[in-house]
């Protein structure tokens, strides 16, 4: 069986770029740049003041000095003259520092009469300007493949860019497949299972910037799963993922299916515990992922296989799981044949961030996973570990 980190790399090589296409910086939070962006001007685009007060010439700033106010300069409406000798101009934050002065006294610091300002208190060293161009100059470069933050879209503004240029959201048809499945909310008979991962892999899609579509169930024939994967196809899918039917059952239809649908296996099975029996094919430029059916399995392959080959077709570059490394709470045996992900809470303790696995440890266990906060990797024969011994965890949402 090849190893995790060998059928990711191969996951990835499954998927192609999606296009670009342009969008609103409304409707563009979270979306991978596609294009880089320059600024259409200096940010400020003239020297600004910081606070409210007078614009005087440093020269005269000097305690007890007595200016003449000549003019004001406001945001929105600055003033056009020369600051001279001896003269102060009223200036408010965010007003253009008019030419002349270099220096802007808040007007906590004055005594203000008769159109004259005293500089009653001492004059500190701070000039309160923003010089033109301090925040980003003309031209500064926003580039891809930034996956866009809030912060970015009001830079992005403020760079006079009204629309971004993105990766296309890959479209990515979610298929859950078994006789024994319904969908929540429905009359289930004793022996019948409600479908639940496609709920955990649609959310986990959503937040990674993919469109999911959740297609319905596929029965364990093979008429139903040969129709559903058209349906899929038909639809545009950029990554078509089954779920169930993975393993060696006589009901697991899947990988037979795959290669009727005219698939190219890239693997099947592969040394990690829970996902053992993934596989993932490409037909043209569509990729596909069979997850196991057991809700842990899915979900967690969904983390470290399914999310890396959407940001790839995102464009984006650090794609893997993030790894941090934790220190055990408790010591753990000698790990096994196949990677383990196992289930567990890692905590930020001021000393040190610890991790505590869950005693339990079932693939079909969903309470679990909804309270872990981490998969802790056991690598293939792993020795024993000792609380307090580093391990990698992959903190999950
Ligand atoms: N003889 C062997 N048996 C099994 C092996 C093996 O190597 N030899 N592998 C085991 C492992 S590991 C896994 S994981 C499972 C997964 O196999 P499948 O992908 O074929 O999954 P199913 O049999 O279809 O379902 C397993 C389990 O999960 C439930 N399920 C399926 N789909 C959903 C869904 N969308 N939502 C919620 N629950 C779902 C299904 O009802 C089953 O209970 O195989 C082991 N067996
Ligand atoms: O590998 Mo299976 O995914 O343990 O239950």
Request: with cysteine; net charge negative; proline share 8%.
């Amino acid at each position: 069986m090849i190893t995790v980190e060998q059928a990711q790399a191969l996951c990835l090589d499954l998927v192609k770029t999606t296009p670009s296409e342009t969008v609103s910086l409304a409707n563009a939070q979270g979306r991978t740049l596609a294009e880089a962006l320059y600024a259409k001007r200096d940010q400020p685009p003239f020297s600004a003041s910081a606070m409210d007060g007078y614009a005087i010439r440093h020269a005269d700033a000097v305690q007890h000095a007595v200016l003449d106010v000549v003019a004001e300069s406001a945001a929105g409406h600055g003033w056009d003259g020369t600051v001279t000798a001896g003269q102060a101009v009223r200036i408010f934050t965010g007003a253009p520092v008019p030419d002349g002065a270099d220096c802007v006294v808040i007007q906590e610091n004055v005594t203000a009469a008769d159109a004259q300002i005293t500089l009653s208190e001492p004059i500190g060293t701070n000039m309160n300007i923003r010089p033109q161009g301090a925040d980003f100059k003309r031209e500064h470069p926003l580039d891809p493949p930034r996956v866009l933050s809030s912060p970015d879209l009001a830079l992005l503004a403020a760079m006079n860019n009204a629309n971004v240029t993105v990766r296309s959201k890959p479209k990515v048809a979610l298929i859950s497949t078994g006789d024994e499945l319904l969908m929540p909310g429905g009359d289930p008979a004793p022996d019948q299972i409600i479908a639940s991962n496609v709920f955990a892999l649609n959310a986990m899609l959503r937040d990674a910037g993919a469109e999911p579509s959740i297609l319905p169930i596929a029965l364990d024939t093979p008429e139903a799963l040969d129709a559903v994967l058209k349906q899929a196809s038909d639809w545009g899918a950029d990554i078509i993922v089954t779920i169930g039917g993975a393993s060696v059952g006589d009901h697991d239809l899947v990988a037979p299916a795959l290669d009727r649908f005219g698939v190219t296996r890239s693997f099947h099975k592969i040394a990690m515990r829970p996902g053992k029996p993934l596989m993932a094919g490409a037909k043209g430029t569509t990729a596909f992922l069979g997850l196991p059916g057991n809700p842990v399995s899915a979900i967690v392959c969904g983390h470290l296989f399914l999310l890396p080959m959407v940001r790839r077709a995102l464009g984006q570059t650090d794609v893997l799981p993030r790894a941090v490394t934790a220190r055990l709470t408790a010591p753990m045996p000698e790990g096994g044949p196949r990677a383990h992900y196992m289930r567990a809470v890692f905590e930020e303790g001021l000393e040190a961030r610890t991790v505590t696995a869950f005693d339990k440890q079932d693939s079909s266990m969903l309470t679990v996973l909804s309270n872990a906060n981490c998969l802790l990797l056991r690598p293939i024969d792993d020795p024993a570990k000792n609380a307090s011994d580093p391990v990698t965890i992959y903190p999950i949402a």
